[in-house]
T-cell receptor, first 115, second 116 residues
Framework: NAGVMQNPRHLVRRRGQEARLRCSPM?????VYWYRQLPEEGLKFMVY????????ESGMPKERFSAEFPKEGPSILRIQQVVRGDSAAYFC?????????????FGDGTRLSIL | GNSVTQMEGPVTLSEEAFLTINCTYT??????LFWYVQYPGEGLQLLLK?????DKGSNKGFEATYRKETTSFHLEKGSVQVSDSAVYFC???????????????FGQGTILTVHP
């Protein structure tokens, strides 16, 4: 039973380029969360999606960042016109339902480096 | 808003020593509380959880008790091993309704290094 799969594991982009991060949740999970971890800091919530719907995007920067979770395929976190400050580890988590007895399962993350 | 505060690290111990990592929280209502562990280059793994006051979560020799009166969820282990070296995160999730439901708020993490 595969866990949460994120790819790529490492992504290098130059300033101004676009970054696309993918997340395939665990089988049977329809809830996806994205978090960002800056160096030597804890994880900060970005966005919560359920199939085809954004439920909570209160942690997303207002510009350049977007997320989707289509009916078919992985969830995508998209960062347009990347800047140095976007360098971080981005983690995806999934759960089968929005209840406290269903904790979130995390992927291994995508480490984004901006040159 | 919700917040989690962990003791500052890094924490360095010898094998078989006793471990305590302090965690306190601020939240409305009755959040669920979690400890996650992150090994180098990997994602977070759930270590243990507690969903109501006085609950004790335990796993792999680690324990934490949900103390509502002190708003704390301190992590303890009686005898650490070298393999316990990792970063430990305390987190909470609100249990009331609304769009924040399920969203985890993390502490800043505590680096633990255990020497043989």
């Amino acid at each position: 039973n595969a866990g949460v799969m994120q790819n790529p594991r490492h992504l290098v982009r130059r300033r101004g380029q676009e970054a696309r991060l993918r997340c395939s949740p665990m089988k049977g999970h329809s809830h996806v969360y994205w978090y960002r971890q800056l160096p030597e800091e804890g994880l900060k919530f970005m966005v919560y999606l359920q199939k085809e719907n954004i439920i909570d995007e209160s942690g997303m920067p207002k510009e350049r960042f977007s997320a989707e979770f289509p009916k078919e395929g992985p969830s995508i976190l998209r960062i347009q016109q990347v800047v140095r400050g976007d360098s971080a580890a981005y983690f995806c988590a999934s759960s089968p339902a929005r209840t406290v007895n269903q904790p979130q399962h995390f992927g291994d993350g995508t480490r984004l480096s901006i040159l | 808003g919700n917040s989690v505060t962990q003791m500052e690290g890094p924490v360095t111990l010898s094998e078989e020593a006793f471990l305590t990592i302090n965690c306190t929280y601020t939240a409305t209502g009755y959040p669920s509380l979690f400890w996650y562990v992150q090994y180098p280059g990997e994602g977070l793994q759930l270590l243990l959880k507690a969903t109501k006051a006085d609950d004790k979560g335990s796993n792999k020799g680690f324990e934490a008790t949900y103390r509502k009166e002190t708003t704390s969820f301190h992590l303890e282990k009686g005898s650490v091993q070298v393999s316990d070296s990792a970063v430990y995160f305390c987190a909470l999730s609100p249990t009331a309704g609304g769009t924040s439901y399920g969203k985890l708020t993390f502490g800043q993490g505590t680096i633990l290094t255990v020497h043989p």
